[in-house]
């Protein structure tokens, strides 16, 4: 199947959940839980193994998946002359707005990822008429002709534009930049028709299937950029940008290519750099930033799947509620290898590096709190494709959460299955390995917070670990050492829908 194969409500995601990946402070402990019941051993024909493609030699000449779509971004060059570029400025949000995206943002309310960035309306470029009014055209000495509107957003973090398509003619190209027009983001027309094209097939509106969200670059300027050639005419170029997202949260570090959080997630968290055995797991996890249809922006987590031939197509789970409809995936963005250079270090790791493209989701299913797509571009190089099992897990297994709590660099959780659970209508309960849906977990060292959701959790079988399950949210924190969290369990959905990408042919 290429579309969305399972759709349950969002409104079903549940919780305990005095916080979205944990946080919350709730200082209720779990319930007992009932004395464990043997769980089968595990078997290799109930795992994928993970793969490390720089761990196969150089010469290996393994075809890749034809079936892995092609890179929907490439990176590109703006070249708008000063006076093509028509500047939007929009003053400093109130300060009662900051106020309460801070406050939201560090609550995470229950079933909620972490929120960072706000809508912001933009009159002077809300229709197509007004945008075309802006768009002042220079020729360019390629044989094409080009204009920009550089938008500044007072005290923003970042930015991301909601580019709204109507129409453009044959060989235009959108470009993206911030301050560095060298690191530009590039999009051609009909990459933009595909990405509407796969939003309306999910069920967006028109409007929303035709918005293409930018990514952001750091700091409060975002630049777009319209290439057309020398003999298209201008008013084919039927574009407008009602809005933007307007990130909100403050980074501890100077401005740059990622919306930099160093430091803000809590003390007993364990920084990932510090745990080299665990490095294999890391590799696989990247932060997600997203924008959903309403132009806030949020963080979440999630992690890099390999399928049984090993063939290197970007499959990504994380959580469904974080992310559950095609138009949210289109705006996805990942960072890789966001970690610290050094052991408890405050610096992040140089190789840091962002994939955007967004994603084609697959699956979403709030029974589980799973969703599950594919990457629009290949995946950086240095990634692992970790590893899934879907046997039985026993209570009291010890596992392992590498997540980014509230954004920040990579962390990692240490701890112990303690029971299953089925949960909704925002509570958990009880219940067995036959029917419960989610894994209740408590950690001995480290915790979670909202930013974690959609995290794997990573068990291990002998001297490899693999993905068991994501984040939905808990009880747990720095100040709630007892909390429990939930994880959605990936067996159930890899058994009933997800192994006809990650093992197709399996029984």
């Given at each position: 199947?290429?579309?969305?194969?399972?759709?349950?409500?969002?409104?079903?995601?549940?919780?305990?959940?005095?916080?979205?990946?944990?946080?919350?402070?709730?200082?209720?402990?779990?319930?007992p839980?009932?004395?464990p019941?043997?769980?089968?051993?595990?078997s290799?024909?109930?795992?994928?193994?993970?793969?490390?493609?720089?761990?196969?030699?150089?010469?290996?000449?393994?075809?890749?998946?034809?079936?892995?779509?092609?890179?929907?971004?490439?990176?590109?060059?703006?070249?708008a002359?000063?006076?093509?570029?028509?500047?939007?400025?929009?003053?400093?949000?109130?300060q009662?707005?900051?106020?309460?995206?801070?406050?939201?943002?560090?609550?995470?309310?229950?079933?909620?990822?972490?929120?960072?960035?706000?809508?912001?309306?933009?009159?002077?470029?809300?229709?197509?008429?007004?945008?075309?009014?802006?768009?002042?055209?220079?020729?360019?000495?390629?044989?094409?002709?080009?204009?920009?509107?550089?938008?500044?957003?007072?005290?923003?973090?970042?930015?991301?534009?909601?580019?709204?398509v109507?129409?453009?003619?044959?060989?235009?190209?959108?470009?993206?930049?911030?301050?560095?027009?060298?690191?530009?983001?590039?999009?051609?027309?009909?990459?933009?028709?595909?990405?509407?094209?796969?939003?309306a097939?999910?069920?967006?509106?028109?409007?929303?299937?035709?918005?293409?969200?930018?990514?952001?670059?750091?700091?409060?300027?975002?630049?777009?950029?319209?290439?057309?050639?020398?003999?298209?005419?201008?008013?084919?170029?039927?574009?407008?940008?009602?809005?933007?997202?307007?990130?909100?949260?403050?980074?501890?570090?100077?401005?740059?290519?990622?919306?930099?959080?160093?430091?803000?997630?809590?003390?007993?968290?364990i920084d990932?750099?510090?745990?080299?055995?665990?490095?294999?797991?890391?590799?696989?996890?990247?932060?997600?930033?997203?924008?959903?249809?309403d132009?806030?922006?949020?963080?979440?987590?999630?992690?890099?799947?390999?399928?049984?031939?090993?063939?290197?197509?970007?499959?990504?789970?994380?959580?469904?509620h974080?992310?559950?409809?095609?138009?949210?995936?289109?705006?996805?963005?990942?960072?890789?290898?966001?970690?610290?250079?050094?052991?408890?270090?405050?610096?992040?790791?140089?190789?840091?590096?962002?994939?955007?493209?967004?994603?084609?989701?697959?699956?979403?299913?709030?029974?589980?709190?799973?969703?599950?797509?594919?990457?629009?571009?290949?995946?950086?190089?240095?990634?692992?494709?970790?590893?899934?099992?879907?046997?039985?897990?026993?209570?009291?297994?010890?596992?392992?959460?590498?997540?980014?709590?509230?954004?920040?660099?990579?962390?990692?959780?240490?701890?112990?299955?303690?029971?299953?659970?089925?949960?909704?209508?925002?509570?958990?309960?009880?219940?067995?390995?036959?029917?419960?849906?989610?894994?209740?977990?408590?950690?001995?060292?480290?915790?979670?917070?909202?930013?974690?959701?959609?995290?794997?959790?990573?068990?291990?079988?002998?001297?490899?670990?693999?993905?068991?399950?994501?984040?939905?949210?808990?009880?747990?924190?720095?100040?709630?050492?007892?909390?429990?969290?939930?994880?959605g369990?990936?067996?159930?959905?890899?058994?009933?829908?997800?192994?006809?990408?990650?093992?197709?042919?399996?029984?």
């Amino acid at each position: 199947m290429n579309a969305i194969t399972s759709w349950v409500p969002a409104t079903a995601a549940l919780l305990i959940l005095s916080a979205c990946g944990g946080g919350g402070g709730d200082s209720s402990t779990p319930a007992p839980a009932p004395a464990p019941a043997p769980a089968p051993a595990p078997s290799a024909s109930d795992r994928i193994e993970p793969y490390d493609p720089g761990a196969v030699a150089a010469a290996s000449t393994t075809a890749k998946d034809a079936a892995a779509p092609a890179a929907s971004t490439t990176a590109g060059q703006g070249i708008a002359p000063a006076p093509a570029v028509r500047r939007v400025a929009l003053g400093a949000l109130a300060q009662g707005v900051v106020n309460k995206t801070a406050a939201a943002a560090k609550a995470s309310a229950p079933g909620e990822p972490r929120q960072i960035g706000v809508a912001r309306s933009v009159a002077d470029t809300a229709t197509v008429a007004a945008t075309q009014a802006l768009l002042r055209w220079s020729p360019t000495d390629r044989g094409t002709q080009v204009a920009a509107l550089a938008f500044d957003s007072a005290g923003a973090y970042g930015v991301r534009l909601g580019v709204l398509v109507r129409s453009l003619p044959q060989g235009a190209v959108l470009r993206f930049y911030g301050a560095d027009a060298s690191a530009a983001v590039q999009i051609s027309a009909q990459e933009l028709a595909a990405v509407a094209a796969r939003n309306a097939q999910g069920g967006a509106d028109a409007d929303t299937a035709r918005t293409y969200w930018s990514p952001d670059f750091g700091g409060t300027t975002a630049t777009v950029e319209v290439e057309i050639p020398a003999t298209a005419p201008a008013a084919a170029v039927q574009i407008a940008l009602p809005r933007l997202s307007h990130f909100t949260i403050a980074p501890d570090a100077v401005e740059g290519a990622f919306t930099t959080k160093v430091g803000e997630s809590g003390s007993c968290n364990i920084d990932a750099t510090c745990r080299p055995e665990f490095n294999s797991e890391g590799r696989s996890v990247a932060r997600m930033i997203f924008v959903r249809d309403d132009g806030k922006a949020y963080l979440c987590t999630g992690t890099l799947l390999n399928d049984a031939r090993s063939s290197t197509t970007p499959y990504f789970l994380s959580a469904n509620h974080c992310l559950s409809s095609q138009s949210v995936a289109s705006t996805l963005t990942t960072d890789w290898f966001y970690r610290s250079s050094a052991c408890n270090g405050s610096n992040v790791n140089p190789g840091a590096t962002r994939l955007t493209g967004g994603a084609t989701l697959l699956y979403a299913a709030a029974t589980t709190d799973t969703a599950f797509m594919r990457l629009n571009n290949p995946a950086p190089a240095g990634v692992v494709y970790a590893g899934s099992y879907f046997g039985g897990v026993a209570v009291q297994s010890p596992v392992l959460g590498v997540h980014h709590p509230a954004g920040d660099l990579q962390k990692i959780s240490e701890g112990t299955v303690q029971r299953y659970s089925t949960c909704a209508d925002e509570t958990c309960q009880t219940s067995t390995s036959d029917n419960g849906t989610f894994l209740t977990t408590t950690w001995q060292q480290g915790t979670t917070e909202g930013g974690s959701s959609g995290s794997a959790l990573f068990l291990g079988i002998g001297s490899r670990r693999y993905v068991v399950g994501q984040l939905l949210g808990g009880s747990a924190s720095c100040q709630n050492r007892g909390g429990a969290d939930q994880y959605g369990r990936f067996d159930q959905p890899y058994r009933s829908t997800l192994r006809q990408w990650l093992n197709p042919g399996s029984q």
